[in-house]
Structures are given as C-alpha cells and as structure tokens.
C-alpha cells in the first residue's frame, strides 16, 4: 500500500521529522483519533481504568523508512509517565519481522532493573533483553496495550518496507499523575454520571 511504500516516494533532502511532526499537528487537529482509538478498544479501556477517562492530546506518529535509526531503543515511560496509564501501539502497516514492537513481561522488567542497579553496563542490558523481549506480530486494526512501567522498544528497520505507527495514551481521571501536568499532556475524554452528578454539585456549593 502507499504506507508500505512511502519511501519511494521521497528523497534525501526530504526532511522526515519536520513533516511527520506538521502531520501529527494537522493530524490532531482534523481527526478526531481520540474518539475513533476508544471506540475502537472501549470495552477494554473501560475494564482497565473505569470509564472517567484522561486521553493524550496530541497523538505520537512514527514513520520509519528502511534501515533508518528512528528506532526506539529500550527504555521505560514511567515514572516520568504515571504508572496507571495505558499505552496503545497501533500499527498503520504490517508489523511482521523487524517491523514489529517488544515488550518485556513483569518478571522481565524487574530482573532488568535489578540487574541495571547492581552495576550491569546498560549496552549489554539492551542486548541481552532485546533478544527475549516478547514480539507481537499485529494486523491493522490490532494494537498492542502495554503499561508504561515496562520496558518496551522497536528494532531496526530492515525490511524494504515503510513502518508506520501511532501510539496514545489512556488514564483514568483519578490516578495518580505521575511527574507530568496530566492536564498539559491530557484532556477528558469521558466522564461517568457518578463524577458529572459530583462536579456539578461541587461547583454548585462553590457559587
């Protein structure tokens, strides 16, 4: 498809970053991706963190072209990011072979962290974690959904194919926010009737 075969279609003087971050803006601010993505997983955003929900404002949109170095190495969202989040990855081209995402289990993530503090070089870290990380092959209209405490990562791209991929986040109101203004991040995407009912008559005593 085009995704698949963006590459092609550009050449070197081609400015990737400044085009992919005016699509993201463009992006954002024509499609309402916040509404399509949870309508998408509703039912199991609304089993996770409840249905008073905080949805990142400005999608994450990543191109890679062949062999480019736009991976993401290993490394973790939070607790920069709280650790009550969601995180979807969702692929708009195939994700098979060195297209596809790693995600380190629980068990993985903790033997990492005690490893990287009893003085383990982080390089070797990442070498010897990447290779057992758990790899997900995900069709279009999939996603993988992760909690950002775990380490996580994309490999090399070394197929002859562009991949692109989007990935939002999700958290309920009243979880803790981490170390980032959930409010610059975030924005309401959905509130029950329960917390409505409650805002409504705390303002109410307020006036």
Known sequence: DS??????QIDEDFDLNEKRIALIS?????IPFHNQIYEAFQHHIDDLIGTD???QKTMNLVIDVPHSETNSEYHRD???NSYYELVFWIPLTSSENSKNFYVL???????????????EPWDNLARKYESIGNRFQVNFGEA?????????????????????????RFK???????????????KILHLSNLTQ??????RFECE
């Open 3 to 8: 995704f698949s075969c963006f590459h092609r």
């Open 26 to 30: 463009k992006c954002t601010e024509l």
């Open 53 to 55: 929900i905080l949805v």
């Open 78 to 80: 939070a607790p920069l």
């Open 105 to 119: 289990d629980k068990q993985q993530t903790k033997k990492m962290l005690n490893e990287y503090k009893c003085g």
């Open 144 to 168: 993988i959904v992760f909690n950002p405490g775990l380490f996580h990562g994309s490999v090399k791209n070394f197929t002859d194919e562009t991949r692109w991929t989007v990935n939002v």
């Open 172 to 186: 309920n109101v009243f979880t803790p926010p981490g170390k980032k203004d959930p409010f610059q991040f975030f």
């Open 197 to 202: 009912l409650g805002v409504e008559l705390e």
